[in-house]
């Protein structure tokens, strides 16, 4: 590759030189923040030699460009640019500050409840399961087993303050545990439950403070007051430590801190922005509630928008505060929950579309896994890797997702949890299960037939390569045969990864590997083409020409190889069962990263254009676990 080429056709792309604010890169893609979007020209970045990919995330361009090479475009790129290097953080710094409030407290809501969806989802999952039993036998709902596992499945909702409270004190940079207390105030058993409240006997009691008249009501199923909380607690906690002696801090502190934001939050704080975010879900349920399914139609419509935007996640809120209103002893059911189905699936049915009729091996191959992946309800590699990509494909799965909003609406489907979409929302959609499938039957048929009939595969536009020195042509791999897990673990199908470049298959073929052991091993002969200075990620070109990337972990490149502790350099010739890096699992799983390591091939085209072929091997073919040095991936010649 022509390195200075690659970067001055990006850097044309993106506006030129003066639209560039600042610039980054991480292992495999170039990270840009520009001045102005419209001067961007999408199509012409894409075409550029070298470029893999281009979508736009969280304010911030980003272009797959790929391991051991990515570098070296970016160190032309700034030099061509005149702006200075930057880390990863600035670049999401000065995507942060180029957004508007809206969309910064958008992200917020989204930072604060990513960590939670677990939590949230394992205790929606055991409630639907629960729902399900009930339903299907006899005296289910009067046993002791019931009793005991609808403790678990109502455990999530019922903390939910403390949850949002510990993950907004480490987004804020405050105490967690200080958090956790503020969040135990706001429900606190001296206060009347929020879920009770309907048929609470006699007056509500209130507090008289400073003549002002407050009810004693606590704040289940609430989110933004204990977010606004959490901030000003953490803004607090900061200014004290830095004003407040040292011999005294652990004490004052601490004590100042729980003291002043919890006055504020119970006289000031939970009321004020109570009434707020009730306006907020009282919006939302009015717009779903549009007559004739208008609303969902509209929401079905859109929601893939907001996806891109990235502002889909302040949805949990709504979802969160649906379920917690309780009307006459009755839950709320989320009716939210469908329609976000509905967008999802169709989403995913437009790439099927692209996978079925697309020529483009490449396509195919990005196209079929992030289909399957959106019909799981993870929408990312579908949406970013092919259908805004294509175009066409994106608008298709929008009219599915109205089409399928549409019934979701008229049928008044609702869900008994939230956190899940897709095929695994049969789990919470127990008492609408039909209903739930003819909406995502719907979603699927409309946006399959409409990608189908107006995608169409693009004419490829690029400058004809110079013709290399026959020295300087690069033989293709030779590699016939398996290549070795690098590490102990349970082995993954690549679509399976939560990243949507690694999964959409942007950067190569491969699979993944849940890590049970921090060791890496090198899987081949060759020599470490690149090794990241935060030792997160590993270049490997085997001797036969194969080159393959190790990427331990996602979003790890934010640990500043804390947890990662090498043992290679760029440059060393290793052999197959080398230790390469050692790592803490729990310190990544604490940080909140996922510890799912892909193994990518990253010249996955000069293979299949060899002629041969790259496939799971039969010992990984379903999910399972697996030992370093076992056969992981095979390629071998096509048949």
């Known amino acids: 590759m022509d390195y200075k080429k690659c970067a001055e056709g990006i850097l044309k792309g993106v506006g030129g030189k003066g639209n560039i604010i600042s610039a980054a890169h991480c292992a495999t893609r170039l990270r840009l923040v520009i001045a102005d979007n419209s001067k961007m020209d999408t199509k012409a970045v894409e075409n550029v030699d070298g470029v893999k990919g281009v979508f736009e995330a969280s304010g911030q361009i980003q272009i797959i460009i790929g391991t051991g090479t990515v570098n070296k475009v970016y160190a032309e790129f700034i030099q061509l640019a ?16 180029k957004q508007n409030f809206f969309f ?15 939590a949230i989802v394992a205790s929606g999952l055991l409630n639907g399961l ?17 009793e005991l596992l609808n403790i678990f499945s109502s455990a999530a909702l019922a903390m939910l303050p403390i949850l949002i409270a510990i993950s907004a004190a480490k987004k804020f940079g405050g105490n967690p545990y200080l958090a956790a207390v503020i969040g135990y105030i706001m429900i606190n058993p001296a206060l009347v ?80 922005f109570k009434v707020v975010e009730d306006y907020i879900v009282t919006g939302a349920k009015w717009l779903i509630a549009l007559p004739y399914g208008i609303g969902g139609l509209l929401v079905g419509f859109f929601y893939a928008f907001t996806v891109v935007a990235g502002f889909h996640h302040m949805y949990n809120m709504i979802e969160a505060q649906m379920l917690g209103t309780v009307v006459n002893g009755v839950k709320g059911l989320n009716t939210w929950m469908p329609v976000a189905t509905a967008a999802n699936v169709g989403q995913g049915a437009a790439a099927l579309a692209v996978a079925f009729k697309s020529k483009n091996k490449k396509t195919k191959s990005m196209a079929l ?98 013709v290399a020195d026959e020295k300087e042509k690069k033989a293709a791999p030779s590699v016939a045969g398996e290549l070795l897990a690098p590490l102990n673990g349970k082995a993954i199908p690549l679509d399976k990864v939560s990243d949507a470049t690694f999964a959409s298959g942007a950067l190569g073929n491969g699979a993944a590997i849940i890590p049970s052991e921090g060791v890496v091993y090198s899987p081949v002969d060759g020599e470490i083409s690149m090794f990241y200075d935060t030792k997160h990620a590993i270049g490997i070109t085997a001797n036969d020409g194969t080159e393959i ?36 699992i729990d310190m990544i799983k604490k940080a909140g990263c996922d510890i799912v390591t892909p193994v990518i091939i990253t010249n996955t085209d000069d293979i299949l254009d060899a002629g041969k072929s790259i496939n799971y091997a039969e010992a990984v073919t379903a999910e399972k676990e697996i030992k370093k040095g076992e056969a992981f991936i095979k390629i071998n010649k096509a048949s």
């Open 82 to 97: 005149g702006v200075s290097e930057a880390t990863k953080d600035d670049v999401k710094q000065a995507a942060a500050s």
């Open 104 to 118: 910064r407290a958008i992200k917020t809501l989204g930072d604060v409840f990513v960590p939670i969806i677990p």
């Open 130 to 146: 629960l729902g399900g039993l009930s339903n299907a036998i006899d005296g289910m709902a009067d046993s002791s087993w019931y």
């Open 193 to 272: 439950n929020a879920w009770t409240v309907w048929n609470y006997e006699g007056t509500i009691p209130t507090w008289n403070i400073f003549g002002i008249e407050i009810q004693k009501i606590g704040y289940q199923g609430h989110v933004i007051p204990v977010i606004i909380s959490i901030l000003f607690m953490s803004a607090i906690e900061k200014w004290l430590h830095k004003i407040v002696p040292e011999v005294i801090d652990l004490f004052v502190t601490p004590l100042v801190t729980v003291l002043v934001t919890g006055l504020l939050t119970l006289l000031v704080i939970g009321p004020v």
């Open 369 to 466: 896994p992030s289909s399957l992946s959106a019909f799981l309800g993870i929408t990312e590699p579908a949406i970013f890797g092919v259908n805004v990509r294509y175009r066409t494909p994106f608008i298709a799965g929008c009219i599915g997702g109205a089409a399928g909003g549409l019934l979701a609406s008229l049928f008044g489907v609702g869900a008994t949890a939230y956190g899940i979409t897709g095929l695994f929302g049969f789990l919470i959609t127990t008492d609408f299960w039909w209903q739930y499938a003819v909406v995502m039957l719907a979603s699927t048929v409309v946006a399959f037939i409409v990608s189908f009939v107006l995608y169409k595969d693009p004419v490829e536009v690029r400058a004809a390569a110079p």
């Open 549 to 584: 990337l190790i990427h331990i972990g996602i979003d790890t490149v934010n640990l500043e190889g804390k947890p990662f502790k090498g043992f290679i350099k760029e440059g060393d010739k290793v052999s197959c069962g080398d230790k390469l890096v050692e790592f803490d």
